[in-house]
């Protein structure tokens, strides 16, 4: 499965990277659909009322009107979109991008593995409170079973917001763009494919982030020790983050990477 995911930005997203790119004097890499040959040029400045990516040359490097693809990187993200080559009355190249920009996440971009080493929790809201009869509960009933138990373990039991129908969950990764986490067999009718969460507190041992939405991208078979436990992996994507947070997300996690002691891991890993 394709662990690249696509998201639309909204117009002052938009105008905000192309805007970063051009301050930064950054490289875009511009090519015709199809096409082996991929151009690289600097970005000098976005007309945002125009739309228009102004590039530092002057060569026609298409005919002027060509339908082209473009991406460039900024923090350690990916961006796509659409462009149209043209020429200014300077006879600038520009790329005039009128369709939606797109964010990836970076194949070669910091991704934390978080369990069993590094705490890190997601709080989310199941629109319900957990009572008896409503599938799950965790202060009763859950401890009943193996499979609960073992669900357990990921879970934090904070009765108040057990209460409010907030659950607790220990996650597996996370990176700039989403995370990933495992739940067990009853709790899977909460986390269901295409399902958005509303600011969703993500915590670190030392900070929180309020996640806007995050959506459910994918829900797998997890194959864990026990063959009677049904266990799912969850991925989750990060859908709704503005260029800040995008950037506090990611400061954290090289934070957390830099910080980190292989020998301390270790002792966490055995205890």
């Not at 799912?232 to 990611?250: E, P």
Request: charged share 30%; glycine share 6%; proline share 1%.
């Amino acid at each position: 499965m394709s662990q690249t995911f696509f998201s639309k930005l909204d117009s002052y997203e938009k105008a905000n990277r192309l805007s970063q790119l051009g301050n930064s004097r950054g490289n875009i890499v511009i090519w015709e659909k199809g096409a082996k040959i991929k151009h690289s040029q600097m970005a000098v400045a976005f007309d945002k009322d125009q739309q228009n990516l102004v590039l530092e040359t002057k060569t026609d490097i298409f005919p002027p009107g060509t339908k082209v693809l473009c991406s460039f990187e900024l923090r350690g993200m990916s961006f796509f979109a659409q462009a149209v080559f043209k020429k200014s009355i300077g006879n600038d190249a520009v790329l005039e991008i009128h369709q939606e920009l797109f964010k990836s996440e970076k194949r070669s971009s910091y991704r934390l593995m978080t369990f069993p080493m590094h705490e890190v929790w997601a709080e989310f809201d199941l629109g319900e409170v957990y009572e008896g009869g409503k599938v799950v509960d965790l202060k009763s009933r859950s401890s009943q079973t193996a499979l609960f138990k073992n669900f357990l373990n990921l879970i934090d039991q904070d009765e108040d917001l057990l209460n409010k129908g907030i659950v607790r969950i220990r996650i597996q990764d996370v990176s700039a763009t989403g995370l990933a986490l495992h739940i067990g067999e009853l709790e899977s009718k909460y986390f269901a494919k295409d399902r958005i969460f509303k600011n969703v507190n993500l915590r670190f041992i030392d900070q929180d982030f309020i996640m806007p939405e995050i959506k459910v991208i994918y829900v797998v078979d997890y194959i864990s020790g026990d063959k009677k436990i049904r266990k799912f992996k969850v991925g989750m994507h990060f859908s709704k983050n503005t260029t800040d947070l995008d950037n506090l997300i990611g400061k954290k996690i090289n934070q957390v990477l830099r910080d980190s002691d292989q020998n301390k891991d270790f002792e966490k890993l055995i205890k």
